[in-house]
Nanobody, 122 residues
């Protein structure tokens, strides 16, 4: 069973920054493929960003240029640095495992964290 523990959410004024963290339990010798999603009240959960096992990154258009995803292998931690925050970034943010590369073998499994709240006031 994989556990994901998120932290770093909070309240900030528009234009401010936050850094979210998500610690993944598991083998630190593997390369994890991770994503961040968010869900605002009354809205569907939406994709924010992804980092694959080879450190390739993708972003939703709405956060491109403002958010940066990264992964610290020794700590098994994925980060989401969020700059120039806007009120529309207000949401519960969730990290998710997509799978991991252990050597040359891909293991797909889907786990979600419990979420961390981000509130941006204008």
């Amino acid at each position: 069973q994989v556990q994901l523990v998120e932290s770093g959410g909070g309240s900030v004024q528009a234009g401010g920054s936050l850094r979210l963290s998500c610690i993944v339990s598991g083998d630190t010798s593997c390369r994890y493929d991770m994503s961040w999603y968010r869900q605002a009240p009354g809205s569907e959960r939406e994709f924010v960003s992804r980092i694959d096992g080879f450190r390739g990154t993708t972003y939703a258009d709405s956060v491109k240029g403002r958010f940066t995803i990264s992964f610290d292998n020794p700590k098994n931690t994925v980060y989401l640095q969020m700059n120039s925050l806007k009120s529309e970034d207000t949401a519960m943010y969730y990290c998710k495992t997509n799978g991991r590369w252990c050597g040359l073998t891909w293991y797909e499994y889907i786990y979600w964290g419990q979420g961390t709240q981000v509130t941006v006031s204008s």
